[in-house]
Each structure stands twice: as C-alpha cells, then as structure tokens.
Nanobody
Framework: QVQLAESGGGLVQAGDSLRLSCAAS????????MGWFRQAPGKERENVAT????????SYADSVKGRFTISRDNANNALYLQMNSLKPEDTAVYYC??????????????????WGQGTQVIVSS
C-alpha cells in the first residue's frame, strides 16, 4: 500500500524557517520523481518544487526560488522541503507527490500518481 506522509508544518512568523518532510512507503521510492505542491484557501493547487528520481534535475516555482530547497534521501525513502524567509503568502496546505520517473518531469499536479494528505503551514505577518 502506497503511503506518503508529510510532517513539519506549523504556525510561524514571517521570516522564520520550516522544514517539511515526506515519508514514503509501499513503492520503490527511487523510481519516482517527487514534487511539493501547495494549496491556499480559494486557490488552485500549485507546484512549489520538483526533484528527479536521482536528484539531478530540480525545479522551483518563481515565487520560492532562493528561499526554498527541495532534497531527497533515497536510502531512507524521504523527501524534504527546507523553507526559509517565509512570507504570509506561503500560507497553504503543502503536499508531497510522486511521479513514475519514466513519465518524465512535470510541474502539473495531474501528472502525479501518488499524494500525501498534506501538512498545514501558516505564516503570520
């Protein structure tokens, strides 16, 4: 049974940092590209960052470039998102998602096969 479990969200002040984690199980983690997505109230889910199965290719949304860092640990089936200099507009539910590597890279949420339940991030001003 495939499971993706996010953790690390919380309530922080603008300028603070958070590190999100995603624990994967039930599938071969190293065969999947991974992505972080977020969804704010009343808005569509958007891609935040993606990382290829081997960590060679990484992409970020323009809104988080220079502030967020995506990484993965294939030995421990884990995905991370280091978020620095947080802003109130980063407030959202953050999801990790998996996409089979042979399908190529994508920032479209519709292209991802597996999803976690999400973790809430609230950034106060």
């Amino acid at each position: 049974q495939v499971q993706l479990a996010e953790s690390g969200g919380g309530l922080v002040q603008a300028g603070d940092s958070l590190r999100l984690s995603c624990a994967a199980s039930g599938y071969t983690f190293s065969n999947y590209a991974m992505g972080w997505f977020r969804q704010a109230p009343g808005k569509e889910r958007e891609n935040v960052a993606t990382i290829s199965y081997s960590s060679v290719r990484i992409s970020y949304a323009d809104s988080v470039k220079g502030r967020f860092t995506i990484s993965r640990d294939n030995a421990n089936n884990a995905l991370y998102l280091q978020m620095n200099s947080l802003k109130p507009e980063d407030t959202a539910v953050y999801y990790c998602a998996a996409r089979f590597y042979l399908l190529g890279d994508s920032t479209d949420s519709a292209d991802y096969q597996y999803w976690g339940q999400g973790t809430q991030v609230i950034v106060s001003s």
